[in-house]
């Protein structure tokens, strides 16, 4: 471990909480950019198009 010494500088009870902490952060606010600025994401939770296709077309009326 070539940055091992950067625990001499902070304590690992403050450190890694934090470290885990903001890599947490970052995903969260990259999830949430990805639903708020795509319209691929949002139909790909609902099932995509290709489900909402199948149910079209089996409708007999």
Excluded at 29 to 48: D, E, K, M, N
Aim: charged share 5%.
């Amino acid at each position: 471990m070539n940055q091992g010494k950067i625990w001499t500088v902070v304590n690992p009870s403050i450190g890694l909480p934090l470290l885990l902490g903001s890599v947490t952060v970052i995903a969260i606010l990259v999830h949430l950019a990805l639903i708020s600025h795509t319209t691929w994401f949002p139909a790909y939770w609902q099932g995509g198009l290709k489900k909402a296709a199948a149910i079209e077309t089996s409708f007999v009326g």
